[in-house]
């Protein structure tokens, strides 16, 4: 339920769509309706959320959800695989100092 009130709020639309793998689509549904509840009572904004249930993520991905608004033009992806890949991102400047070590001509700190 955290999960789903943090990436509505990353959103902050009135109508999201949900797309998960076929195999999730129960356990979604199950912490659907009390998570959106709540969410509601937090923020005071009432939400639209309804799960795709033609549009599937890939059934070979870890698990995870990704949500969507607007015809599909904002998209907050929650799958295990991009919660990774950001990781990845964030830690690169850091791996690159321990194998290179700190390089003074270095400006931008990516």
């Not at 902050?12 to 793998?21: A, F, G, H």
Request: charged residues 30%; aromatic residues 6%.
């Amino acid at each position: 339920k955290q999960w789903y009130q943090r990436r509505v709020r990353e959103l902050l639309e009135p109508n999201v769509i949900i797309r998960c793998r076929q195999n999730d689509i129960q356990l979604v549904k199950e912490v659907l309706d009390k998570a959106t509840k709540q969410y509601t009572e937090l923020s005071k904004l009432n939400v639209n959320i309804k799960v795709d249930e033609k549009n599937f993520l890939a059934s070979d991905i870890a698990g995870g959800v990704q949500l969507s608004a607007r015809d599909g033009k904002l998209l907050v992806s929650n799958t295990l695989e991009a919660r990774l890949d950001q990781i990845v991102k964030q830690k690169i400047p850091e791996i690159r100092t321990m194998l290179y070590g700190n390089n003074p001509n270095r400006r931008f700190f990516d």
